[in-house]
């Protein structure tokens, strides 16, 4: 045997998350992280829906359910429920059986599995000149893309950190000066901000310019608290008869974190073309995970089906975005109170869990000498706020903001 | 909008599972299916493993434990009992910290997530050259190898249907003329009826051509019914110091199929590499399925961690290896006494889930005619028959058979 390892050349990936990996080497009590993903209660748990609890004790000492494996396609209950969810029940891209998904592993997994549409040695739908998609900034979705092989990756933004406000025109210029075919990805377009009309707007020139929508939706229901406004959007695009690919995740909204539920739906022009572009999708599942895992979905699928379930997690997941719009009324209170210099109404005129501070790189920086950690461009997580941390966070900022004006 | 879909070239794929679909579109109320991946009971209901489905219930109702993502590697305790279980709790390479692995979406999966050691994004570790790998002919391989690009899949053999033996001495002929740093795909190395004296000929013939050993584990325990037996090829090759792959299963020996659980050990020369190669699949997993999903982890580690659970699951494993060796038993007395020609010893001297049947493919088709479904090459899964179908099934043999002698 030699003596060298094969394995000589592997380099060390160089990404990484930093941000946790400071926050979590840091040995302040102090120390507050403000990048959480989940959707967390006053004592740092993950949010608990009642009804989703019950259904899943219930399905997981059901005896009669076996564990045979799933179809590769996934839990057809689940994946007709959450279609219906996000395009509404009488779309009519369902009635006229143009519109189908494939369970994934999460929403990451429902947008690795369009690599079906990418390698060299597929077809290359969507965008059959091959141009780049356009995304917002969210890493996640980053390193996929990249990983499949796209080579460039341009960013938007539809945020102005000068004017702390949604930049619309800015995200209408970067589409119109987009190369013909590109996909866009439309991250979670409830928590954009964007108006009806904006949306309007955005769907003309993508149509105009044969932009491909992609959209990603982490957390339907969770900006309004309304299902159907938040999908607004999306619904939108499918009535202007656009041909669409949405990665939908149900961790937030159902608290079913490791369970890793998610679904890809594909609209497409006609039943024909769904039915091809599945049997690809389908090729795709069977040569990465082979089928899904059940439990999370079998969840999903029957609270979602069984009306009186399906309503007490409505009010569930109301109750959570009440709480979060809560969080935003009293940091910006205590901003006030403390006089801290700039206005605050960015942060209750922004919608979801997570948001934009308007605080500057070097304030970020200050803040996390504070041992108080957020992303350099100023987001953060509304979940990682609560009654023990609130003041420290508030205080902070003020000390930020004042050191640096 | 235009009026063409822009998915109008996407081409239905070809790759399905037509003998499922040959089965499933059977009227026939005699039809039997014999090559189910899962093994089952007497009533066609998947095995029950009574300290796993204990396990199952108990953690699905505990309170404390909650539903927050896994880190991308997986669960931590669970990946130490597989990679324990897999290469000896007191393997050196665990010993000198240059074994590690990652939890998987099943054994699909982990063999996908070596991926990120093949991209042209990135380097090309295990085979620096990058020739083909070479792989037993099991489809499902197959398809994740042509997927993440390699152009040129060779296959071997290990059973000469002729003598209706294991063909060792062929297998090591294929190993002396395979392309120095090929991989080497080692599938169901456990239900090969390869002997110890013959597995160190095959290390020796890799070592010599430097072929990279990966091996794919879908039922440690189920040929012989002994851990540490089923396991001895593995644990040859990494007493011999060679770097290599394992992709482990656990469906069939938790009887967990939709849990989806899996396991990709990596053996290194060193510790160094072992860290930067894992930097890697973090990356991959990241960019896949993000973390993988938690209960069917929970219930591995806590059985195989606990000695009470770990005793039952053991005994259960064993029960139903007597089972498998019961119908092996059982079928070879059929044809004897039904007086089919031919030397069936074969039934009983393999061992495992699934063998070869020494069936023609002439005769596989005449049982298709009897409404018996089989794959070409004759194998078939022992666990596919029971009370009800071994007389007809034994019967139709004996009759495609004489029909064709």
Redesign the interface.
């Known amino acids: 045997?030699?003596?060298?390892?094969?394995?000589?050349?592997?380099?060390?990936?160089t990404?990484v998350n930093w941000l946790l990996d400071a926050y979590q080497q840091d040995p302040s009590p102090h120390k507050v992280y403000l990048d959480h993903?989940?959707c967390q209660t006053e004592t740092g748990?993950?949010w608990d829906y009642p009804p989703v609890s019950q259904t899943?004790?219930q399905i997981?000492?059901d005896p009669t359910l076996?564990?045979?494996?799933?179809p590769e396609l996934g839990f057809s209950a689940f994946t007709r429920a959450a279609t219906e969810l996000a395009l509404g029940r009488e779309s009519r891209a369902l009635v006229e059986n143009r519109a189908g998904s494939v369970h994934t592993?999460?929403?990451?997994?429902a947008v690795?599995t369009t690599e079906a549409a990418r390698?060299p040695?597929r077809?290359t739908?969507?965008c059959?000149s091959g141009p780049a998609p356009l995304s917002a900034p969210a890493d996640?979705l980053r390193?996929?893309f990249?990983?499949v092989?796209f080579t460039e990756l341009r960013s938007y933004h539809y945020w102005d950190t000068a004017r702390l406000a949604v930049a619309a025109e800015e995200f209408l210029q970067v589409l119109e000066s987009a190369p013909e075919g590109s996909i866009v990805m439309l991250h979670a377009p409830e928590e954009t901000g964007l108006t009806p009309k904006q949306w309007e707007d955005v769907a003309r020139v993508m149509?105009k310019k044969?932009l491909?929508p992609f959209f990603d939706v982490p957390a339907q229901g969770l900006a309004s608290g309304d299902l159907d406004r938040d999908a607004w959007a999306l619904r939108h695009f499918v009535a202007?008869?656009?041909?669409l690919l949405c990665a939908q995740s149900f961790?937030k909204t159902f608290?079913?974190?490791?369970?890793?539920v998610g679904n890809l739906i594909v609209v497409?022009?006609?039943s024909g073309?769904l039915?091809?572009?599945c049997?690809?999708l389908?090729?795709?599942v069977?040569?990465?995970?082979?089928?899904?895992?059940?439990?999370?979905a079998r969840v999903i699928a029957t609270v979602l089906s069984n009306p009186a379930l399906r309503n007490k997690w409505k009010q569930s997941l109301r109750a959570l975005v009440e709480k979060i719009l809560l969080i935003r009324e009293k940091l910006k209170a205590k901003l006030r109170l403390l006089g801290t210099p700039g206005c605050w109404e960015h942060l209750t005129a922004q919608v979801g869990t997570r948001s934009f501070t308007g605080l500057l790189p070097s304030q970020v920086a200050f803040l996390e000498r504070s041992h108080i950690y957020l992303r350099p461009d100023g987001q953060f997580s509304l979940c990682s706020i609560n009654a023990h941390n609130l003041d420290y966070v508030a205080r902070s900022i003020h000390e930020a903001v004042c050191g640096s004006v």
């Open positions: 045997m030699a003596a060298l390892s094969l394995f000589l050349d592997v380099p060390l990936t990404e993903r989940d748990k993950a899943l004790l997981s000492t076996d564990h045979e494996d799933l592993i999460g929403g990451t997994g690795r390698g040695w077809c739908w969507p059959r996640s390193c996929i990249q990983d092989g149509g044969r491909f202007q008869g656009f041909e961790s608290g079913l974190y490791d369970e890793r497409a022009r006609d073309s039915v091809r572009i049997s690809q389908q090729e795709q069977r040569a990465t995970w082979a089928s899904p895992t059940s439990l999370g």
